[in-house]
């Protein structure tokens, strides 16, 4: 009986503690009310007229801070939200804004970039029927590069084209300033994906959101150093006057005319093998890129080999533009 008696103490005890009188700033009064749950607005009573919610705002401030609520740092959680909300916003109006500059931006380097591609067209067709009455005489070169240990690599197949070099000396002009555009316009992101991925290795070099910020660098490093490449200045290379491939040993011989300036150009590649960095190996293939001038100045033959002595890469040679590949 006694173990009873104590059960019923303690459910009479538990109902009293949960019962309470609220009054509204209204004046509307919720007599031996049982508070059945809290929430984010308000509290939901018990009376004998029902169950009824009580909104925080209609309840005075102590009776508010009894269940937590407070509307002060509501408030100011409100106002930080709307101040992150307006600052997203703004960013992204600023980004849209960033975005129809940069578009129009390249518009006007595309427009500027355009007369040059049409000079340049224009004067190798140009080029084309004095070519075919010229007297001519031959030029002959190797193709062939040195590796560190020495190593001497004849190239073959790799295509040596010949063009008028007043053509080219106006297309190299109007990409020269078309490529110094896009690096000046590109070089900022890659300064800010930078600094973000070096932040993010610094928290955690082995986390994904250091693996992405360190992709996203890598992305637009890759997209402005394409402007220093002679990869770049190569895909406008179109229409040239004549085409020789070299044979097995990289030799080659074109006919060209013993009067006036010519320029000849070739590009090829080489699998050097792999580096490893820990047990991941990366295959490794080296470009070369050759844009030379050439002249027979009356002659009936001359000889311009292509090698590391003057690739684009290589300062201080006779090559038309430097490259940093």
Request: charged share 30%; hydrophobic share 40%.
């Amino acid at each position: 009986m006694s173990s009873q008696l104590l059960v019923i103490l303690i459910v009479c005890f538990a109902s009293i503690a949960l019962t309470d009188d609220f009054k509204t700033i209204h004046e509307k009064e919720y007599k031996n009310a049982t508070v059945m749950r809290v929430e984010a607005d308000g509290i939901v009573v018990r009376t004998k007229g029902g169950i009824s919610k009580i909104y925080f705002a209609e309840l005075p401030d102590d009776v508010q801070a009894r269940f937590g609520h407070d509307p002060a740092k509501i408030a100011a959680e409100a106002d930080a939200r709307a101040a992150e909300e307006k600052r997203i916003e703004e960013e992204k109006a600023a980004e849209r804004e960033r975005a129809v500059k940069k578009e129009e931006e390249e518009r006007n380097t595309e427009a500027d970039l355009k007369p040059a591609l049409d000079q340049f067209q224009s004067a190798e067709q140009g080029a084309a029927e004095p070519y075919r009455n010229a007297i001519k005489g031959t030029l002959s070169g190797q193709v062939f590069v040195s590796s560190e240990k020495a190593e001497n690599f004849k190239l073959g197949a790799v295509k040596v084209s010949l063009f008028a070099r007043h053509a080219i000396d106006v297309l190299l002009a109007g990409l020269k300033i078309y490529a110094d555009v896009k690096i000046q316009e590109l070089s900022p992101s890659v300064d800010a994906e930078k600094a973000a991925s070096d932040q993010t290795n610094a928290a955690g070099s082995f986390s994904e959101a250091a693996h992405k910020a360190r992709n996203e660098y890598e992305k637009i490093q890759d997209e402005r150093d394409f402007y220093y490449s002679g990869s770049f200045y190569f895909s406008y290379l179109q229409s040239p006057i004549q085409t020789v491939e070299t044979d097995a040993d990289g030799k080659f011989i074109m006919n060209v005319p013993k009067q006036g300036s010519f320029v000849i150009a070739a590009k090829a590649q080489r699998y050097v093998g792999k580096r490893y960095v820990g047990e991941t190996g990366i295959d490794i293939t080296e470009h070369y890129y050759w844009i030379q001038p050439v002249s027979l100045e009356g002659e009936a033959q001359r000889l311009q080999n292509l090698s590391n002595n003057n690739l684009t890469s290589t300062e201080g040679t006779s090559s038309l533009i430097h490259t940093a590949d």
